[in-house]
């Protein structure tokens, strides 16, 4: 009889270690498994909060003078990029239909850049063509592919045929704001109600270590022209709108008067240059006599004159307005002390003249010495085109504006 109650005891010993035992293991389990969510909680909250970092770093970015007193500005206008090699080239001439394709617009990105080696890249609008483009973040991946790889700061604002393809225009502008080096900005964060995506303003500060290094001697100002009128009695075109205008007015007011304070303190404002994609009603304001360029096609703006222009003239910094759009046009004309510029079209995907090249605007603005031999305020803004030819030939060149005289051909 012990001798079964020992036996019995023994299995019962067995069966408690092993209770214990599962017990354990299950909290060892859960607690693994808590610490495993624990982490895999803690790396997606830090992956996050880098990412928003980042982001900030990236608007943040300081863009200012070279050692040299200059800075260069490279416009693309009207990529019209869709699908890359599939999709075919426009009005071009016989011998280069063959293998002509949204690549071509690629070359002529990348060799551009080296050649005019910029600061700054602006796209201003019919990035991609929406509706040709199958998948809208592809297409725009591609398109501003070149500009991501030369690590050169980079901003884009929206044509009228960006959101055609599979994003809202809200969404297009999303997904340009999260590429790499670009400075481009939704909407500013101060402007809690404003019309259209991608206003912002670009600082260009003076040369590091001059007197001017923590001021802004150059302020660039992008809007969203719009895509399509939304008033059911008005056809045709977008146009800039009263949010926008007064977002602009007081940017200009705000940044006027940090350039007029201490220290360094100036007696007016710093040159304003202003991009956007479909031109103003003021466009149609020139004959052919007084352009730098060629007028080919007309001037396809709003129905409705939104007053953006008088806006900029009283504002009194803006120097230079430049755009797309129309892509046989490249010409600049000056009203009221404003050089209102084409670019040109740069897309092999967009329309254009078979035999007219494909081209590209550079603007450069140089600063001026001063009697210790430091770098000052702005002294001049120049301007040229780069033909897609061989040579890459630079055309048109002219003086935009100067502390001396209000520019003028050369």
């Given amino acids: 009889m012990a001798k079964v109650l020992l036996v019995l005891l023994v299995a019962f010993s ?10 354990a293991s299950s909290s060892s389990s859960s607690s693994s498994s808590s610490s495993s969510s624990s982490s895999s909680s803690s790396s997606s909250s830090s992956s996050s909060s880098k990412q928003q970092e980042e982001e900030e770093q990236q608007v943040g970015q300081s863009l200012r003078f070279s050692s040299k007193g200059e800075f260069r500005i490279l416009q693309v206008a009207d990529m019209h990029y869709a699908n890359g090699k599939t999709t075919p080239c426009e009005d071009v001439l016989p011998q280069q239909v063959v ?9 002529f990105l990348q060799r551009m850049i080296l050649a005019a080696n910029p600061h700054l890249i602006v796209f201003t609008g019919d990035n991609i063509f929406g509706f040709d483009a199958t998948d809208a973040a592809s297409s725009m991946n591609a398109a501003f592919s070149p500009a991501i790889s030369s690590n050169i700061p980079w901003a884009a604002v929206l044509g009228n045929h960006d959101q055609e393809s599979t994003l809202s225009r809200e969404g297009v502008m999303k997904h340009i704001v999260g590429m790499k080096h670009t400075l481009s900005q939704f909407n500013p964060p101060e402007a809690h109600e404003i019309d259209g995506f991608g206003n912002y303003n670009l600082q260009i500060h003076g040369v590091e270590g001059s007197f001017f290094s923590n001021k802004s001697v150059l302020n660039l100002y992008f809007l969203d022209s719009g895509d399509y009128s939304t008033v059911p009695s008005v056809p045709g075109y977008g146009w800039i709108k009263p949010s926008q205008k007064r977002w602009f007015q007081d940017t200009s007011m705000k940044l006027r008067r940090a350039y007029m304070d201490n220290p360094e303190a100036q007696k007016a404002s710093a040159p304003g240059l202003v991009y956007f994609h479909i031109p103003l009603p003021e466009f149609a304001s020139f004959d052919s006599s007084k352009l730098t360029g060629v007028k080919q096609e007309g001037i396809s703006s709003a129905l409705i004159n939104s007053g953006f222009f008088t806006t900029m003239v009283q504002a009194g910094d803006v120097k230079g307005v430049f755009i797309g759009h129309d892509h046989i046009n490249d010409f600049c004309g000056e009203l009221t002390g404003i050089h209102l510029c084409y670019a040109g079209g740069f897309g ?15 603007v450069a603005a140089s600063l001026e010495e001063t009697e210790s031999g430091g770098w000052g305020a702005v002294k001049t803004i120049k301007t040229w085109k780069h033909l897609d030819d061989q040579q890459l030939t630079p055309i048109d060149t002219q003086v935009l504006w100067s502390k001396s005289s209000t520019g003028g051909r050369r």
């Fill in 14 to 23: 067995s069966f408690l270690i092993c209770i214990f035992a599962a017990a």
């Fill in 99 to 107: 293998g002509c394709s949204d690549l071509n617009t690629t070359a």
């Fill in 348 to 362: 092999y995907h967009a329309y254009g003249k078979a035999g007219w090249a494909r081209r590209a605007r550079v």
